[in-house]
């Protein structure tokens, strides 16, 4: 089992921006994906970023230039840092393990943290 720990998330107004985090525990694949993933009320979960543990990243298009997504392995942690925040941005954000080439769904999924873009 692996045990993933959100934090960071939280009420901001549209243009700032917010650092979310990510501690994972427990038995941890070796090799593995680390990402961030969303979902807005009404809509499918939808991947924002995801990092593999050599460090490759990958982004949706909607976030690409204003997100980083990072990690350090020995802390087993990933980031997200989430600048130039949209309204559209607002959803709860789940962080995601799993190994590569495989699914999501197959891995394990934090608890969710609320991000809130709003005046």
């Known amino acids: 089992q692996v045990q993933l720990v959100e934090s960071g998330g939280g009420l901001v107004q549209p243009g700032g921006s917010l650092r979310l985090s990510c501690a994972a525990s427990g038995s941890i694949f070796l090799i593995n994906v680390m990402g961030w993933y969303r979902q807005a009320p009404g809509k499918q979960r939808e991947l924002v970023a995801d990092?593999?543990?050599?460090?490759?990243?990958n982004y949706a298009d909607s976030v690409k230039g204003r997100f980083t997504i990072s990690r350090d392995n020995a802390k087993n942690t990933v980031y997200l840092q989430m600048n130039s925040l949209k309204p559209e941005d607002t959803a709860v954000y789940y962080c995601?393990?799993?190994?590569?080439?495989?699914?999501?769904?197959?891995?394990?999924w934090g608890q969710g943290t609320q991000v809130t873009v709003s005046s």
């Open positions: 995601n393990i799993h190994r590569p080439y495989t699914s999501p769904n197959l891995g394990y």
């Open positions: 990092i593999t543990s050599d460090g490759s990243t």
